[in-house]
């Protein structure tokens, strides 16, 4: 069954028609990969997802449960992790307090799960520096930690590949691979870095001016011409 199940959801913003019927699955141990070009909707999609943005009509559901009039706080009680465009961190916490934010509902005094240094090391020898004073590659480590230190059953990541340099590209993309290959958990994937996008993928969709225009398995992303569909 489909972690996450979004179906025929629409969202507008003034009189603009934002989302138009858009349906798409989520499956635990899966990469779904969503891409698209620029201002198609995938940001305003991931949102609605969140609970940022209200839908007009339409269903989302978490493991089977409706979630579409949730608050953005419950939803992420109710397991989803997010990672932001632009990563969001808090500049002038420290880099375990940041961490700790991940924990917010959680118990006070939770400890910041050990695994979260076995796949960000670096994250381990910076515990006490300031978010502000990381390079923009180890303040995305940082967000994909802190969204992953509650144990999400749904991990949303929105374009993590912006603006890094290739080395921590490569270590984003193993972290999301194993995430996915351990099976606890659904990954959803904004990307606009094809190649990175297509090796990650076991489901993709485009997205064209707010509708799903294309959807299919990830290993099929060539034969289908996707890299033709979002080139701009």
């Known amino acids: 069954m489909s972690m ?30 969503i891409l698209g070009r620029n201002g198609v909707g ?29 608050t953005p706080y419950e939803r992420a009680r109710a397991g989803i992790g997010f990672v932001p465009q632009g990563r969001e961190i808090f500049a002038r916490l420290t880099v375990e307090e940041n961490l700790r934010m991940g924990l917010a509902y959680k118990p006070a005094n939770t400890p910041i799960p050990p695994e979260l240094f076995d796949l960000f090391p670096v994250l381990k020898q910076m515990l006490q520096r300031r978010g502000g004073d990381l390079s923009g590659g180890q303040q995305q ?33 193993r972290v999301i691979r194993m995430l996915a290959d351990r099976g606890d958990m659904a990954i959803v994937l904004v990307e606009q870095y094809y190649d990175f996008a297509q090796a990650l993928a076991d489901d993709y969709v485009v997205m064209e001016r707010g509708a799903v ?20």
Do not use: C, F, W
């Not at 969202?11 to 635990?28: E, F, K, M, P, W």
């Not at 967000?143 to 890094?164: M, N, V």
């Open 4 to 33: 996450l199940n979004v179906k025929n959801i629409n969202q507008y913003y003034g009189g603009s028609h934002i989302l138009r019927d858009v349906s798409l699955q989520a499956t635990r141990g899966q990469v779904t990969v």
């Open 42 to 70: 995938k940001t305003t999609l991931l949102k609605s997802l969140m609970g940022l943005v209200a839908i007009k009509t339409g269903s989302i559901e978490l493991d089977g449960q409706p979630i579409h009039s949730a």
């Open 141 to 173: 480590q940082l967000a994909i930690a802190r969204a992953l230190a509650a144990s999400p059953k749904l991990l949303i990541l929105d374009e993590p590949t912006e603006g890094i340099q290739p080395s921590i590209i490569k270590d984003i993309g």
């Open 213 to 232: 225009l294309a959807r299919g398995k990830g290993p099929n992303m060539e034969i289908d011409g996707v890299r033709q569909l979002v080139a701009i």
